[in-house]
């Protein structure tokens, strides 16, 4: 069993920054890879980023790459997400989940155990 707790969202504008972080439990947080997901009102989960359980190898959405930074502490039970250079598309809600199913990272059914998400809001 996995619990996941997110924070570090808010409002911030345009061009602005914010980091992310997913604080797990659980001994096994650290075998699994783990992502950001993202849900605009209206709007199906779309995937954000994932990281693999070492760490090694990081993987992103195309709307996001150059931009955000995914990173994660096995130590520490902590995975983040560095966001620069926000725009408005970027206001959802942010989850965390654990990559339990082995397939694709961006596939929202290959996770289990998903935390109750931080609210991003972007302003223009």
């Known amino acids: 069993q996995v619990q996941l707790v997110e924070s570090g969202g808010g409002l911030v504008q345009a061009g602005g920054s914010l980091m992310l972080v997913c604080v797990g439990s659980?001994?096994?947080?650290?075998?699994?890879?783990m992502a950001w997901f993202r849900q605009a009102p209206g709007k199906e989960r779309e995937f954000v980023a994932a990281?693999?359980?070492?760490?090694?190898?990081?993987y992103y959405a195309e709307s996001v790459k150059g931009q955000f930074t995914i990173s994660r502490d096995n130590a520490l039970k902590t995975v983040s997400l560095q966001m620069t250079s926000l725009n408005p598309e970027g206001t959802a809600v942010y989850y965390c989940?654990?990559?339990?199913?082995?397939?694709?990272?961006?596939?929202?059914?290959?996770?289990?155990?998903w935390g109750q998400g931080t609210q991003v809001t972007v302003s223009s």
């Open positions: 659980g001994r096994t947080f650290s075998t699994y890879g």
């Open positions: 989940s654990v990559h339990a199913g082995g397939g694709y990272y961006w596939d929202p059914s290959q996770y289990e155990y």
């Open positions: 990281i693999s359980w070492s760490g090694g190898s990081t």
